[in-house]
């Protein structure tokens, strides 16, 4: 078992997270900036590390992310389902033994379908081994490419992403209904009327919807956003099981959005601290190698 303090940093996609966590598992630092993987594009990693130690300590560094991404510092490989943090630790990729190293993804491969996660592996195990969640749970992790996962006996035994929060942004960015999505986005009413629409399965023309709407005068402009979300959403949420209870791994933001679409559609879910079940994964990693 490693003992001692050490730094863990979620390095994503867009944003990188630093935890300096002592020898009594508690984060004592941490920061946030835009050093995210798209930041690093022709970066130095090593130079990113030797900076981060600087800051926080001259200590191990282990890292979970798209870090670990072809696209990142080294390609960390996936372990494949059923997956639980003893595989994890057994599969870290080494910059520097027992100094730098990276949290391998997940992988799910059937007869139809491929799935990949990274990064979303640490927290959804830490939920379960710092007690957050039960060892047999159904998690869901909104955000750009939203997670739902199936862990049993405390390992992850199946997952789905959808690009729920990709569709959106483009949708919002680029698409014909652009000029109406700048509204803001909360639950309520309207929100949750996008949600019940998105029962009926038919996605893409209760989208064209939002435009014709808007054409005829029956929706205001300032609720097509809240609308077209509550569709979005709607439609990834209604496409899951909702017979056992959900537990939410987001900011509350985005979480309270996702339990009120699974509350509209019947469900049941909590919202849980992901950075705290970050941490817990991250650690309970680290003390296994």
């Not at 994503?12 to 598992?25: C, E, F, L, P």
């Not at 199936?150 to 199946?158: S, Y």
Request: negative net charge; proline residues 3%.
């Amino acid at each position: 078992m490693t003992q001692g303090a050490f730094l863990a940093i979620d390095w994503g996609t867009t944003n990188r997270r630093v935890y300096r966590i002592d020898a009594t598992d508690e984060v004592v630092a941490t920061e946030r900036d835009d050093r995210g993987m798209l930041a690093m594009e022709g970066g130095d990693y090593a130079d990113e590390i030797a900076r981060i130690r600087e800051r926080h300590g001259d200590l191990s560094v282990l890292i979970a992310g798209m870090a670990g991404s072809n696209r990142g510092w080294r390609d960390a490989g996936y372990c494949p389902c059923p997956a639980g943090l003893a595989d994890l630790a057994a599969a870290i990729a080494w910059i520097e033994p027992g100094r730098t190293g990276i949290v391998p993804g997940v992988s799910l491969a059937t007869d139809t379908r491929a799935d990949v996660m990274r990064g979303e592996e640490v927290q959804l195990l830490g939920a379960v081994a710092s007690g957050m969640a039960g060892p047999d749970a159904l998690f869901c992790q909104p955000g750009t490419h939203c997670k739902w996962a199936d862990l049993t006996g405390g390992r992850i035994t199946g997952f789905t992403t959808a690009m729920t929060g990709e569709v959106f942004a483009l949708l919002r960015r680029h698409s014909i209904l652009a000029p109406q999505l700048g509204g803001a986005i909360a639950d309520g009413p309207v929100f949750r009327a996008g949600v019940e629409r998105a029962r009926d399965g038919d996605l893409l023309a209760n989208l064209f919807d939002v435009r014709a709407s808007a054409v005829l005068g029956r929706r205001a402009d300032s609720d097509a956003a809240a609308y077209a979300s509550g569709l979005v959403i709607g439609a990834d949420v209604a496409a899951r099981p909702l017979d056992r209870k959900i537990a939410i791994l987001a900011d509350p933001e985005l979480g309270d959005l996702y339990r009120a679409a699974v509350e509209t559609l019947g469900g049941e879910a909590t919202i849980l601290d992901s950075h705290g079940a970050f941490v817990a994964g991250i650690t309970a990693i680290w003390r296994q190698l």
